[in-house]
């Protein structure tokens, strides 16, 4: 069964900063790995998407990266601003039809 | 834009009572699917449908049914709602399939159910 796991569960950060944040899934054979943002007592809005055979995927500030054989994403935030503050979730797609396993998010605080 | 509405944002309701819980999209998508999300676990799939009238269990089916008679429209059903349901419910929809896997999910606002 897959397991995705995001490290840390919070983080607060001073404005301007970059940073980093983790996620690893238990079984290397997904389809995609997307990231997901979502503000307080909000639905979730996709952030990237990396299909299985991509390394990673870029917009904007924002840069992930995709290790299948290591079971592991990356999700970069350069130059961060207070409206990045909200929780991150990274999702694994498992199969063809849409499923979805969610980690556990991250919330972020950028504080100005 | 893909919209996809929830009929209440908030919802008390006492144990024991029959809840449902409504979910509509505008883009025509065949997969409809329901999530609860409770602190520190993330999103848990309860059910999904990936046409009219059809259904499959998420990881977690248990107290819930569905209902999906029109495509664009997606029920949760808690047959006798208990405290342990208490939990904020996501509906999301995505077009079907295809070949490259770039179809990615759009989720509602949530509905923040309290079951007293």
């Known amino acids: 069964k897959q397991e995705v796991t995001q490290i840390p569960a919070a983080l607060s950060v001073p404005e301007g900063e970059n940073l980093v944040l983790n996620c690893s899934f238990t079984?290397?054979?997904?389809?995609?790995l997307q990231w997901f943002r979502q503000d307080p007592g909000k639905g979730l809005t996709s952030l990237l998407l990396?299909?299985?055979?991509?390394r990673e995927q870029t917009s904007g500030r924002l840069n992930a990266s995709l290790d299948k054989s290591s079971g592991r994403s990356t999700l970069y935030i350069a130059a961060s601003q207070p409206g990045d503050s909200a929780t991150y979730l990274c999702?694994?797609?498992?199969?063809?039809?849409?499923?979805?396993?969610f980690g556990g998010g991250t919330r972020l605080m950028v504080k100005p | 834009d893909v919209k996809v509405t929830q009929s209440s944002r908030y919802l008390v309701k006492r144990t024991g009572e029959k809840v449902f819980l409504e979910c509509v999209q505008d883009?025509?998508?065949?997969?409809m699917f329901w999530y609860r999300q409770d602190p520190g676990l993330g999103l848990r799939l309860i059910y999904f449908?990936?046409?009219?009238?059809?259904?499959e269990k998420g990881d977690i089916p248990e107290g819930y049914s569905v209902s999906r008679e029109k495509k664009e429209r997606f029920s949760l059903i808690l047959e006798s709602a208990s405290t342990n349901q208490t939990s904020m419910y996501l509906c999301?929809?995505?077009?079907?399939?295809?070949?490259?896997?770039?179809?990615?999910?759009?989720f509602g606002p949530g509905t923040r159910l309290l079951v007293l």
């Open positions: 999301a929809s995505s077009p079907s399939y295809n070949p490259q896997g770039l179809e990615t999910q759009y």
């Open positions: 079984d290397s054979a997904i389809y995609n």
């Open positions: 990396i299909q299985s055979s991509q």
């Open positions: 999702a694994v797609r498992r199969n063809a039809g849409n499923m979805l396993t």
């Open positions: 883009m025509d998508h065949e997969n």
């Open positions: 449908s990936y046409d009219v009238k059809m259904k």
